[in-house]
């Protein structure tokens, strides 16, 4: 199973990198896409080569997807939103931030989903879709990697929070 990382031009890399981190650092499979399988330059001036076109990801083989903000234009066409539906549909993990949730709002799947823009809250996780504001990238990446069970136990999880979010020192 894949976490499908979509990114696109103009995309906040720093929103996803934490999360992507804690993905390779516990064995998961990780595939970056963007929509016509080129290469993007993301706002922070980073070129970031894909492993693929999001249409060539099987469906039945994500595990999440995940979407950063920045200039969402590119991304609110049919092809992102029809995958949203399916996958919430699905009941599989949907994760984005920032104007990523716009995304999200553009397909009608928080309709009936507590957000980001339906709570006042940094972060929210309802039935598997996980909205977060801008400046929560941190929370973002330990409540999706929480939904995805990447930490061995809540000494693990405590050790995470306490050197990402709290810049504590690892013992």
Not at 28 to 39: M, P
Not at 45 to 63: H, P, Q, T
Not at 138 to 163: R, S
Request: net charge negative; with cysteine.
């Amino acid at each position: 199973m894949k976490n499908v990382f979509l990114v696109y031009d103009d995309c906040c890399f720093y929103e996803i990198v934490i999360l992507n981190y804690f993905m390779k650092f516990t064995g998961q499979d990780v595939v970056i896409c963007s929509l016509n399988g080129s290469a993007i330059t993301c706002m922070e001036g980073y070129s970031v080569n894909v492993d693929m076109a999001l249409k060539d990801v099987e469906i039945d083989n994500i595990k999440s997807l995940i979407i950063p903000g920045g200039d969402i234009k590119i991304i609110c066409n049919e092809e992102v939103y029809e995958l949203i539906k399916d996958l919430v549909k699905k009941e599989i993990i949907v994760a984005a931030i920032c104007a990523g949730v716009d995304v999200l709002e553009n397909t009608g799947v928080l309709k009936d989903t507590k957000s980001t823009h339906s709570e006042d809250t940094d972060i929210y996780n309802d039935k598997k879709v996980i909205t977060a504001r801008a400046n929560a990238y941190v929370d973002f990446a330990i409540e999706v990697a929480k939904e995805l069970n990447l930490f061995k136990d809540e000494v693990d999880l405590k050790e995470t929070i306490d050197f990402w979010k709290f810049h504590k020192r690892v013992q």
